[in-house]
């Protein structure tokens, strides 16, 4: 889950990954030290053990167009989107159709979400497509690859 720190000081540090939880156990041995040079320092192993707790996660929703994110970093700010009314100056452009991907997922793979979508105060909304796949999420102990290329 996470690797031990023992600074100069011998503190312990032990911070666990994001989103691990389990019990770690990490063994240690206690060396006195000796200022006589003829005795031999005596050395005790121990064992301590962290129970780090799993936590309910809140969801994390995301609302992209055109691939970008237009989601504001706090989550609770409302998305306000602006549409132009069509006149005679941008029919050739206008288009009545807004498209965005709303989702979200949560990390706890017990939770199951509910997606709530309310009606505008003016206009009307279609859903068009309903996916319920969930994410593939590694495992804290294996690390992620990644590989960049450069198109050319």
Not at 1 to 22: F, N
């Amino acid at each position: 889950m996470s690797e031990p720190l023992l600074t100069e000081d011998g503190i312990l540090l032990y911070t666990p990954c994001k989103d691990c939880y389990g019990v770690e156990s990490i063994p240690i041995i206690l060396k006195e030290n000796q200022s006589d040079p003829d005795i031999p320092p005596a050395d005790t192993p121990v064992t301590v053990t962290i129970n780090v707790i799993d936590v309910n996660d809140p969801p994390v929703m995301f609302v992209t167009q055109h691939g970008q994110s237009i989601m504001h970093s706090d989550p609770t700010e409302p998305i306000l989107v602006y549409l132009e009314q069509m006149n005679t100056f941008n029919k050739e452009k206008w288009n009545k159709t807004y498209t965005a991907l709303i989702g979200a997922y949560d990390i706890d793979r017990s939770d199951s979400l509910h997606i709530e979508v309310n009606e505008p105060s003016h206009g009307n909304h279609t859903l068009t497509e309903k996916s319920t796949a969930p994410f593939d999420v590694q495992p804290c102990t294996e690390s992620l690859q990644v590989r960049i290329y450069k198109q050319r």
